[in-house]
């Protein structure tokens, strides 16, 4: 069983678009992440909720907008769709918000385009 | 804010050979440690960890971490690398708020 699963595995789309990414985990975790990793690898912290509350909001622009149906999701939704919003995105799950404490598991990535 | 400078993208070596992956890391505020691994097509696990104590870490399958923090270092050892070894290699410090920041990776390609 997958334990962090996210859909799509890629995305092509234009500029101006909206799109959605989706992720599932089955672990039972409290806490949830999304992470951009751009052209350079560098993964970055964009947004972490615990028990469907926002806890983290790294400086992201206002047309990423994450959304927390339960505790055991965690989509991403992007408006207007820009260039430089071409990256792989990952999310990932912990059994607490004390990361440095908890493992985090990681999805498979969702490899954006815009064109 | 906390930075972390992979400074190796690719490190070849044979099977057999020992590897060394290099970490350092800058912060004024206490960090925490770690080395995740990806494999193709999957998504990052955890390798080690450095919390407190020892400074030496290990993880099950050989690999070793040594925390020094007058070197703000924390290279990734292993004596003897493996075929399946070959993945990429994400060094990451978290700081006491519980963000992580990541490296930008180092490709350990294992050759027969």
């Known amino acids: 069983d997958t334990a962090v699963s996210q859909t799509p595995k890629y995305l092509v789309t234009q500029m101006g678009n909206d799109k959605s990414i989706k992720c599932e985990q089955n672990?039972?975790?409290?806490?949830m992440y999304w992470y951009k990793q751009d052209s350079k690898k560098f993964l970055k912290i964009m947004f972490s909720?615990?028990?469907?509350?926002?806890?983290i909001n790294e400086t992201v622009p206002n047309r990423f907008s994450p959304k927390s149906p339960d505790k055991a999701h965690l989509n991403l939704h992007i408006n207007s769709l820009e260039l430089g919003d071409s990256a792989v995105y990952f999310c990932?799950?912990?059994?607490?918000?004390?990361?440095?404490?908890?493992?985090?598991?990681f999805g498979p990535g969702t490899r954006l385009t815009v064109t | 804010a906390q930075s972390v400078t992979q400074l190796d993208s690719q490190v070849p070596v044979f099977e057999e050979a020992p590897v060394e992956l290099r970490c350092n890391y800058s912060?004024?505020?206490?960090?925490?440690l770690f080395w995740y691994v990806q494999y193709p097509n999957q998504g990052l696990q955890l390798l080690l960890k450095y919390l407190s104590g020892s400074t030496l870490v290990k993880s099950i399958n050989g690999f070793e971490a040594e925390f020094n923090k007058s070197q703000t270092s924390f290279h990734l050892r292993k004596p003897s690398v493996h075929i399946s070894d070959t993945a990429e290699y994400f060094c990451?410090?978290?700081?006491?708020?519980?963000?992580?920041?990541f490296g930008s990776g180092t490709k350990l390609n294992v050759k027969p």
């Open positions: 672990l039972g975790h409290d806490t």
């Open positions: 990932a799950s912990s059994q607490t918000s004390l990361a440095r404490l908890d493992e985090q598991y």
């Open positions: 912060s004024s505020v206490s960090v925490y």
């Open positions: 909720y615990n028990n469907k509350e926002l806890i």
């Open positions: 990451a410090v978290s700081d006491p708020f519980n963000k992580f920041y």
